[in-house]
């Protein structure tokens, strides 16, 4: 990951559609060119969240994995 200062966003306790919503919500308080970290939990909203957020524009610059497998970390581009 960057040593870049972004705004986190934790919402490994959310299901869908909420992993969503709430990434979106996050987005909409940051200004274009700023980044979002957001970390979820599970294949659903990992394809969900970063196929949703291609379709508004942004750009998911990075999707690392943690250690147990099932914890992800994106790295998002307010477009």
Known sequence: MSDIEMTV?????????MTFV???L????LSTGEKLLVRLRGATPLDNVSRSLGLLGHVVEEIQTEADG???Q????KS
């Open 9 to 17: 966003l934790d919402i490994t306790h959310e299901v869908c559609p």
């Open 22 to 24: 709430r990434t979106r």
């Open 26 to 29: 996050a987005l909409d308080s």
């Open 70 to 72: 099932m914890t992800h």
């Open 74 to 77: 994106l790295v998002v581009l």
